[in-house]
């Protein structure tokens, strides 16, 4: 592999893969060779858009391609755990869209499975991998802002939504907070790290899943997190980490800004700005590739304890709303 390009197929044929697919072609070490859908007709239909060589009617046949190296999965997160399992059980190293699948239980499974095929899996956490955020990391551990006391960080988006939709749908996995929700709690697991104490609300629509979801996490020395996630409305998106000796700003989108404003106490603010072609995407994909090429089956940027912990979170504040899935 390390002679050639890392060899990609795409799971699913929705606007997350076509913006995925474009973004892989910004990176010159790796090559969309193929696509798969349960619907043979998308598949063609995908391919022919993005100029991929092959297009296979099932899951079952993209995992058995012998020419993909690596399956990116982008189903909605309710078919994450089949889509990933049959890619696992055939060999084939994935990076799962997030969340990661319905619940903690669930992404256990798709874990073990990965290590007793000894492949590579890795949640698909764009935002720990964007330059702007690993900036703001870097600043954090050189002590710019001193010791972290406060992440505040939400993501609400305007619908309306219809019942069938994604983000309302039970079957789907709908709610605010997995398809959203994740991100906030995503980044106050960055600066903060786990919290020893959850708390959450929400209001649940007519679909029984969460249309405005608040969380607090704290931490026993001291820190707090206050995380919101919504459907309801547009809000800022935005991200703020303060601490003793200043705070850090993530633009909108805080989950994968393009800007960041440093507040040093004393002294004026400092924009940092980071501009990269595409999407986002590729930064996560050439981590894959990284990984691939180094002969990891876990990435040391998005562990699978972490994964873990952040599912482990949603299970927590869905017990507290209220939410369940069949």
């Known amino acids: 592999m390390n002679d050639r390009p890392v060899r990609w197929g795409i799971l699913a044929t929705g606007g997350i893969a076509a913006s995925f697919a474009e973004d892989l072609k910004l990176l010159p070490d790796a090559e969309l060779v193929a696509v798969g859908s349960r619907s043979a ?9 993005h100029g991929i060589p ?26 994450h755990f089949e ?56 600043l954090v551990e050189d002590g710019a802002i001193g010791e972290v006391t406060t992440v505040s960080s939400d993501f609400g988006v305007s619908g309306p939504f219809p019942p069938e939709h994604r983000m309302r749908a ?3 996995g709908g709610g605010a907070l997995l398809d959203l929700g994740v991100y906030p709690i995503a980044i106050a697991l960055l600066f903060l790290g786990k919290p020893d104490h959850v708390r959450a609300w929400a209001k649940l629509g007519p679909e029984g899943t969460d249309e405005n979801t608040a969380m607090i996490f704290g931490y026993d ?21 303060s601490g003793s000796a200043g705070r850090i700003t993530l633009h909108d989108p805080a989950f994968v800004p393009r800007a960041m404003t440093l507040h040093r106490a004393g002294a004026e603010p400092e924009v940092f700005t980071e501009e990269f072609p595409g999407k986002g995407y590729q930064f996560e994909a050439a981590e894959i590739n990284r990984c691939l090429r180094a002969g990891l089956t876990e990435s040391p940027a998005i562990p699978h304890a972490l994964t873990l912990d952040v599912m482990g979170l949603l299970d927590d504040v869905r017990a507290q709303i209220g939410l369940s899935y069949d």
């Open 41 to 49: 007709e998308s598949a063609r239909a995908f391919a022919g858009t």
């Open 54 to 79: 092959r297009a296979h009617g099932s899951w079952a046949e993209l995992a058995a391609d012998p020419d993909v190296d690596v399956i990116y999965v982008a189903t909605p997160h309710s078919a």
């Open 83 to 138: 889509a990933t399992m049959t890619c696992l059980d055939a060999g084939k190293a994935v990076l799962c869209e997030k969340p990661f699948t319905l619940d903690a239980a669930r992404a256990r499974q798709m874990v073990a499975r990965a290590r007793e095929k000894n492949v590579l899996l890795m949640e698909a956490m764009w935002t720990r991998l964007n330059p702007v955020v690993r900036r703001a990391v870097q």
């Open 170 to 172: 039970r079957a789907l």
């Open 221 to 241: 020395r001291g820190a707090v997190a206050t995380l919101t996630c919504g459907i309801l409305g547009a809000t800022p998106n935005s991200a703020v980490i």
